[in-house]
């Protein structure tokens, strides 16, 4: 006994203090941390492009500084606000409002099927979802502004060609997070689906959409909100909406008109984002 218990006490605790599948004697060798020069050379490179970036488009601190005079005296003219214009722009407002709201819904539910398209895990052939991804990125490489522009001059002038806009980026951008999500959703239930002899439609409708359902409501609310500060500004083109009153104050410089449109739309824009993110904090 008094043997075994000497033993035991010089008895080396291989599985405490080691990393996993080290020996006795093995020595564990980690990765070193970045050097300092390592760190000098990035803040080269970073900069070097930065003046180049300035060089070519003939950036300079010196106009930047030069036109402060100019932006505090167009400040002073839009100050204090023309408070009697509010009445005028509450229609155009709502306008943009319901534009947001339309064409948020339209671009979720078509964003639907598009995201399940490009869902590598769910489609079987990299022919269907790679070409489908491509179609998605060219969607979202043309900037909602120039998708206004086209739709006005297929539609004329009014409501209809910003919500069509607004749908159109919609798409992009809620297909684009639903499809990564539905990369990392957990695959079990489904192969146990698949092994029951459940079909498609199945396995998406009772295996994908309870995991996805949350998420995917908060991309659209955050969808939402970006679209009704796009809307705010689509009128621009004649693609209705509060721009419109944008386009008319700023061209006969009625900059105090101007301002009552801008502290109107911050307002918009806060209270809509304070709602979304409750509701996102509610979901997730």
Same mark, same amino acid.
């Given at each position: 006994m008094k043997g075994q218990s000497g033993a035991s006490l010089h008895t080396p605790l291989t599985g405490a203090g080691k990393e996993p599948g080290s020996g006795p004697g093995q020595v564990v060798n980690r990765p070193k941390p970045p050097? /300092? =020069?390592?760190?000098?050379?990035t803040l080269v490179i970073i900069l070097l492009l930065l003046w180049a970036s300035a060089k070519q488009t003939?950036?300079? #601190?010196? &106009?930047? #500084?030069?036109?402060?005079?100019? %932006?505090?005296?167009?400040?002073?003219?839009m100050f204090p606000p023309r408070w009697?214009?509010?009445d005028n722009i509450v229609q155009? %407002?709502? &306008? =943009?409002?319901? %534009?947001?709201?339309?064409?948020?819904?339209i671009g979720a539910f078509i964003a639907i099927p598009v995201s399940i398209i490009c869902a590598g895990n769910l489609m079987p052939s990299r022919w269907i979802y790679y070409p489908a991804r491509f179609v998605l990125n060219l969607i979202r490489t043309v900037p909602d502004l120039?998708?206004?522009?086209?739709?006005?001059? $297929?539609?004329?002038?009014?409501?209809?060609?910003g919500i069509l806009a607004l749908a159109v980026f919609s798409v992009g951008l809620i297909a684009k997070l639903t499809y990564e999500t539905l990369e990392t959703i957990d695959q079990g239930p489904l192969e146990a689906m698949t092994a029951v002899g %459940? !079909?498609?439609?199945?396995l998406i409708v009772y295996g994908v959409v309870p995991q996805l359902a949350a998420q995917f409501t908060?991309? $659209?609310?955050?969808?939402? &909100?970006? !679209? $009704? /500060?796009?809307a705010a500004i689509l009128g621009l083109v004649g693609a209705g909406g509060i721009g419109l009153y944008y386009e008319a104050t700023l061209g006969f410089l009625e900059y105090d008109k101007t301002s009552v449109i801008i502290l109107f739309t911050l307002v918009i824009v806060l209270i809509i984002d304070y709602v979304s993110t409750k509701l996102r904090e509610k979901l997730l």
């Amino acid at each position: 006994m008094k043997g075994q218990s000497g033993a035991s006490l010089h008895t080396p605790l291989t599985g405490a203090g080691k990393e996993p599948g080290s020996g006795p004697g093995q020595v564990v060798n980690r990765p070193k941390p970045p050097g /300092r =020069t390592k760190h000098l050379l990035t803040l080269v490179i970073i900069l070097l492009l930065l003046w180049a970036s300035a060089k070519q488009t003939d950036a300079s #601190f010196g &106009e930047l #500084f030069g036109g402060f005079p100019e %932006m505090w005296k167009l400040i002073k003219e839009m100050f204090p606000p023309r408070w009697t214009y509010f009445d005028n722009i509450v229609q155009g %407002m709502l &306008e =943009t409002i319901r %534009m947001a709201l339309i064409g948020t819904t339209i671009g979720a539910f078509i964003a639907i099927p598009v995201s399940i398209i490009c869902a590598g895990n769910l489609m079987p052939s990299r022919w269907i979802y790679y070409p489908a991804r491509f179609v998605l990125n060219l969607i979202r490489t043309v900037p909602d502004l120039l998708l206004a522009a086209l739709f006005v001059a $297929v539609f004329g002038l009014g409501p209809i060609p910003g919500i069509l806009a607004l749908a159109v980026f919609s798409v992009g951008l809620i297909a684009k997070l639903t499809y990564e999500t539905l990369e990392t959703i957990d695959q079990g239930p489904l192969e146990a689906m698949t092994a029951v002899g %459940m !079909n498609r439609i199945q396995l998406i409708v009772y295996g994908v959409v309870p995991q996805l359902a949350a998420q995917f409501t908060s991309y $659209v609310l955050y969808a939402f &909100e970006i !679209n $009704v /500060r796009a809307a705010a500004i689509l009128g621009l083109v004649g693609a209705g909406g509060i721009g419109l009153y944008y386009e008319a104050t700023l061209g006969f410089l009625e900059y105090d008109k101007t301002s009552v449109i801008i502290l109107f739309t911050l307002v918009i824009v806060l209270i809509i984002d304070y709602v979304s993110t409750k509701l996102r904090e509610k979901l997730l």
